[in-house]
């Protein structure tokens, strides 16, 4: 069956957008989790917003993005210092402490979907899990040509809207605090010295991945979200010691995941003669699984084809 560019631009357009507006915005976070060595936290802050944002539906009676990120936001907040009191008065180790906190509020927010009003309003299980990017339409577009209009772009979906925002914000407060995330990062002991509240800084990181989470979790689902906070990142380390050149190697390679993600997912399978399309969001978390394989097998620096090269040629006679 042959695509058309109004289907194209109506159903696999705005899908795509919004996944590749989840994976900038999660990956331009992960980065500072990846170096901050607590990429479980932003796996941890990923579960365990979800019961804040269920309960922010029930609580308000909204599914709109504020209500949800105020319940994410107090979700985020009461599971970090859960988890520090879990990690002070049980005398855990601080993964230990948050895989403990955020599996009992996933499994809670799960258990408040599935018996309260919220399940009749599509933020089911499912939805948490693998997202709905397939379930994003856009009927505004007719043409290339509409796509100059001031009326079509005012009917964007709103998951398209409000990861775009996310995405606005996280980059403005990158840019904006570029220094003192950088050193709080590396060292945040001297960033304290010079005056910087780096404990300030680390609970501003947990709201911007509250923000990206919960901006994520209706398009793409949960898994996708911890996918890209860790993997575009940890593939750009791979390949370079400079953050500026790590964000934006991130960003490129959450861009990438996605689209050939998605592409593949959605007109993959025809190529085998086969119909029915793949889940969009697992397919993008393969293609990001798969682009940091190969930059831990062949980085350049810290690969393992790389560091054997160098090895040798170190233990070469001169």
Not at 87 to 101: I, K, L, T
Request: hydrophobic fraction near 60%; include cysteine.
């Amino acid at each position: 069956m042959e695509l058309t560019v109004q289907e194209f631009l109506q159903i696999d357009l705005p899908a795509l957008a919004a996944a590749v507006l989840a994976c900038v915005a999660n990956a331009m976070v992960g980065n500072f989790l990846i170096l901050r060595r607590q990429s479980l936290l932003g796996d941890a802050v990923s579960h365990a917003v979800l019961p804040g944002i269920v309960g922010g539906f029930l609580l308000l009676g909204t599914r709109a993005t504020w209500a949800m990120f105020a319940g994410a936001l107090a979700a985020a907040i009461f599971a970090g210092v859960a988890i520090e009191a879990v990690r002070r008065w049980g005398r855990m180790e601080a993964g230990a402490a948050m895989g403990v906190v955020f599996t009992i509020m996933f499994a809670g927010g799960v258990l408040m979907i599935e018996q309260s009003a919220a399940h009749a309003v599509d933020l089911d299980a499912d939805c948490v899990l693998y997202g709905a990017l397939e379930d994003i339409i856009w009927m505004a577009p007719t043409g290339w040509s509409s796509l100059l209009l001031a009326a079509t772009w005012a009917d964007v979906p709103r998951e398209v809207a409000t990861l775009a925002g996310m995405v606005l914000v996280i980059g403005v407060v990158v840019v904006a605090f570029w220094k003192e995330l950088k050193l709080t990062t590396f060292d945040p002991a001297l960033a304290s010295a010079l005056g910087i509240p780096a404990g300030l800084f680390h609970y501003g990181l947990v709201a911007l991945t509250a923000g990206a989470a919960v901006a994520s979790f209706e398009a793409v689902g949960s898994i996708l979200v911890i996918a890209m906070l860790i993997c575009p990142a940890a593939t750009a380390r791979m390949l370079t010691d400079r953050l500026s050149t790590q964000v934006w190697l991130s960003v490129l390679f959450g861009v990438v995941a996605a689209v050939v993600g998605y592409l593949a997912a959605a007109f993959g399978p025809r190529l085998f003669g086969v119909e029915q399309s793949l889940s969009a969001a697992g397919m993008i978390a393969v293609v990001a699984g798969l682009l940091l394989t190969l930059a831990v097998v062949l980085g350049p620096r810290h690969g393992v084809l790389g560091r054997r090269l160098r090895t040798r040629s170190l233990a070469q006679p001169a």
